[in-house]
T-cell receptor
Framework: AQSVAQPEDQVNVAEGNPLTVKCTYS??????LFWYVQYPNRGLQFLLK??????LVKGSYGFEAEFNKSQTSFHLKKPSALVSDSALYFC?????????????FGSGTRLSIRP | EAEVAQSPRYKITEKSQAVAFWCDPI?????LYWYRQILGQGPELLVQ????????DSQLPKDRFSAERLKGVDSTLKIQPAELGDSAMYLC????????????FGNGTRLTVT
């Protein structure tokens, strides 16, 4: 069965500094990986996805993620953090190309950017 | 940009009462999901529809929860009777259902059972 882990409950970064939010996954087949962001009392918003190809994926709001097959990781990154990036971030994994494939979410990482 | 609509936005109910949530996905999205999100945790899949058919309800507590998507468009999730442990955010999401398309989430229904 597939699983996804976000080892950090919270990440604190100063505005203007680079940020990394970690994610590791476990699947038996090809992984399809996603990052979502959630603001208070809102649903999740899609940031980016990895299907195949280039290991560095670019997404919304200046975020990017690096896929590393050997380490089974898909860390979210941004070169320069903004206070408005403060939110809850979820990594998700889908095992299988079928539309019936289940999508599993991690437990989330709260990102706090201080001015 | 099209959105997933959910109602009500908030619901307070007493335990043992029945409660229902409604979701209208983005037009043309074949796959619809209901997730439950407990405060501080990630979303947990309750049920997944492909058009009007259930493709995964393995985590749905079927003794008290039911879900339907009769015409393959909007969907209703019901809880009867509600228990204190059901207090959570209930999120609906939809996707095109082709390829690896991302999920589009509604803003959820926050349920409080007293």
């Amino acid at each position: 069965a597939q699983s996804v882990a976000q080892p950090e409950d919270q990440v604190n970064v100063a505005e203007g500094n680079p940020l990394t939010v970690k994610c590791t996954y476990s699947v038996s087949g090809n992984p399809y990986l996603f990052w979502y962001v959630q603001y208070p009392n809102r649903g999740l918003q899609f940031l980016l996805k990895y299907i195949t190809g280039d290991n560095l994926v670019k997404g919304s709001y200046g975020f990017e993620a690096e896929f590393n097959k050997s380490q089974t990781s898909f860390h979210l990154k941004k070169p320069s953090a903004l206070v408005s990036d403060s939110a809850l971030y979820f990594c998700a994994v889908r095992e299988g190309y079928s539309s019936a494939s289940k999508i599993i979410f991690g437990s989330g990482t709260r990102l706090s950017i201080r001015p | 940009e099209a959105e997933v609509a959910q109602s009500p936005r908030y619901k307070i109910t007493e335990k043992s009462q029945a409660v229902a949530f409604w979701c209208d996905p983005i037009s043309g999205h074949a796959t619809l999901y209901w997730y439950r999100q407990i405060l501080g945790q990630g979303p947990e899949l309750l049920v997944q529809f492909q058009d009007e058919s259930v493709v995964d309800d393995s985590q749905l507590p079927k003794d008290r929860f039911s879900a339907e998507r009769l015409k393959g468009v909007d969907s209703t999730l019901k809880i009867q009777p509600a228990e204190l442990g059901d207090s959570a955010m209930y999120l609906c999401a939809s996707s095109l259902g082709r390829g690896i398309s991302p999920l589009h989430f509604g803003n959820g229904t926050r349920l409080t059972v007293t």
